[in-house]
């Protein structure tokens, strides 16, 4: 058993090897002039197999797969390979393929590629149908699991932003190639965004591009360089915002260009397994949700924690414990008690932000409506001199771009308008000559939880143990809950895991035997009835001053009115 599970990863390695190969063949660029993939393209290669009549045509529009900014810099031996290369190429393979006798073998040998790319799985991914998920999620493997989502025929968007991760890479290209599967080749568009990676990642983006290339589904992948040149005077949060942006353009250019509409914006992070995103997009589609995430699990000395605390608040602007996957149900992730009951059930819960990992976005909700990711500006930039200046208490919230964005979401969909139940005195004071601002009387605090300090993000530093500020939160004239609630949620379902975790242990804590109560419904299992406002507080997790990722991180107890956000407009 061992030995065959060795020998059939060193098959997927050669294979992939191989694939390297071939990426360099179609791709290379070296000064030799490789033979082009337009050699293939001229006897129509890839528009007889694939041939399809798609706004994401990659056959009728070349720009549709695009590599910008590769990293060209030669590597050790890259002469010697180019030879080999080359020399293959000449003698045994561009005679048959430009070959009029031979040229029928052609597309079955392109078909043959393809399909055997299509059963690309990666090294976890393989492994996905075998976990454990709740309702019964896994059992019914068949392919049509997921028919209605690949039937709609609508687009999907997937960004990938990487910094130095190229250890998930491989991974998540199987993950993308098996979404492709599902929902077609030509219904997606990967944006895949190489943000000064200083390992194998470059190398692996050739691979990428060779196996969406063949595949025929529409790409850009860009390299670039960091915003700051010194690492270590940079400001986390505007870079996260600059990458995604970056990672965003094809998407924006598309809509504004050519009036092309993608249904959803998937983020892949880490590792997440194809069903369990494609069960998101249901959910996402299912609630009209501006934003579902999944769930990210770290290894913690042999446990698995929660580990996304900086960008996650629950419905009450808490932060999420950093609870083991294991925990007892007073003691799980979510602190509010709504969305505690719904995780136990493992059932989709609101939330005041998220991002754990992989998450589905609504762009008709979000981008097609101008909103970008963005950070605070009044950072303290410590190369230039020490101390980190007195801020205002209610200064706006240094946090991450994700937090900025939950925001931004709240307040865009309140401008939408107020909810239909609220009294006639909240709608009068929500007329445009009640706007000016109204004395905040004093709330209390909610008595300090002493975990809610306690812990570390995996994505960045450990928190600093500094107590929450004594700033007392604020009642607001307007409360936020008569406005329309931006619908974010959390699929506990979804599970995102990095290094070193045990999928199949982590699955078993999880969702223990998947066997839920099945008198919950097909419904309930996706769809949340009742919508809350969004928190008058929440808790303001900040990097003052630049520092890279690794810059200390305070916290703080921050009022949020969207009737002041809608004001300030
Ligand atoms: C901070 O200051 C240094 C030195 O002037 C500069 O190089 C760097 O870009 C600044 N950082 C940010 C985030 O503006
Ligand atoms: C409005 O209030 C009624 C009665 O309290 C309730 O049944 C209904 O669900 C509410 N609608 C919304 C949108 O909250
Ligand atoms: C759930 O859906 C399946 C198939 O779609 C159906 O057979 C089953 O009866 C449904 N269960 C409930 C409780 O509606």
Redesign the pocket.
């Known amino acids: 058993m061992a030995l065959s599970l060795r020998r059939h990863t060193l098959t997927k390695f050669f294979f992939l090897l191989s694939l390297f190969f071939i990426a360099r063949i179609i791709f290379g660029s070296s000064s030799q002039n490789p033979p082009s993939v337009l050699e293939f393209q001229e006897h129509n290669v890839f528009e007889r197999v694939t041939g399809t009549d798609k706004s994401l045509n990659v056959q009728k529009y070349k720009f549709m797969q695009t590599r910008m900014g590769r990293d060209d810099r030669e590597d050790i031996f890259a002469d010697i390979i180019g030879n080999g290369v080359r020399d293959y190429w000449e003698r045994f393979q561009a005679p048959f393929i430009t070959g009029a006798e031979t040229a029928h073998t052609d597309v079955q040998n392109v078909l043959n590629s393809i399909e055997h790319l299509l059963s690309l799985n990666g090294w976890v991914a393989a492994y996905c149908p075998t976990l454990v998920r709740p309702f019964g999620q896994n059992k019914n493997e068949d392919e049509d699991a997921y028919d209605d989502l690949a039937k709609e025929d609508h687009l999907y968007y997937i960004g990938i932003a990487i910094h130095s991760a190229d250890h998930f890479l491989v991974d998540q290209l199987a993950v993308i190639v098996q979404l492709a599967k599902r929902l077609g080749t030509s219904n997606l568009f990967v944006s895949m965004l190489d943000y000064e990676s200083t390992d194998s990642t470059s190398t692996l983006t050739d691979l990428c591009e060779a196996v969406l290339t063949l595949l025929g589904v529409p790409f850009r992948i860009r390299r670039v360089p960091g915003m700051t040149e010194d690492p270590a005077a940079a400001y986390y949060p505007s870079e996260e915002a600059y990458m995604r942006n970056l990672a965003l353009e094809p998407l924006v250019e598309l809509y504004s260009k050519r009036e092309i509409k993608f249904h959803r914006v998937i983020w892949i992070k880490g590792f997440t397994c194809p069903n369990d995103i494609l069960e998101t997009l249901r959910v996402s589609i299912t609630n009209e949700a501006a934003m579902v995430c999944g769930m990210d699990w770290a290894e913690s000395g042999g446990h698995f924690i929660f580990s996304d605390r900086w960008r996650t608040r629950d419905i009450h602007g808490d932060q999420f414990r950093q609870s083991t996957s294991s925990s007892k149900p007073d003691a799980v992730p979510p602190r509010d008690e709504t969305g505690a009951a719904r995780y136990v059930k493992h059932l989709p819960f609101q939330v005041f932000c998220c991002e754990a990992g992989t998450h589905v976005v609504d762009p008709a909700q979000s981008y097609y409506k101008g909103i970008r990711y963005r950070a605070g500006e009044d950072f303290h930039n410590s190369s230039l001199s020490e101390g980190v200046p007195q801020r205002a208490p209610d200064a706006p919230c240094l946090d991450s771009t994700q937090a900025w964005f939950c925001r931004d979401l709240w307040v865009s969909k309140a401008r939408e308008g107020v909810h239909e139940n609220e009294s006639e005195d909240d709608r009068q004071q929500l007329r445009p000559d009640a706007q000016e601002k109204q004395p905040l009387a004093r709330r209390q605090l909610p008595p300090t939880d002493p975990d809610a300090n306690a812990g570390s993000d995996y994505d960045a530093m450990p928190d600093s143990d500094q107590p929450l500020d004594s700033l007392p939160a604020v009642r607001l004239a307007v409360p936020n809950s008569v406005y329309q609630p931006a619908r974010i949620l959390v699929n506990p379902r979804c599970v995102t895991t990095y290094a070193g975790v045990s999928h199949t242990q982590l699955a078993l804590d999880l969702f223990g035997t998947g066997e839920d109560d099945?008198?919950q419904?097909?419904t309930t299992k996706y769809i949340l009835d009742d919508w809350e406002g969004a928190p008058e507080s929440f808790v303001c997790q900040e990097q003052r001053q630049t520092g890279g990722r690794k810059a200390a991180k305070t916290q703080r107890l921050l009022g949020f009115s969207i009737h002041e956000e809608l004001a300030a407009l």
């Open positions: 099945e008198a419904g097909n």
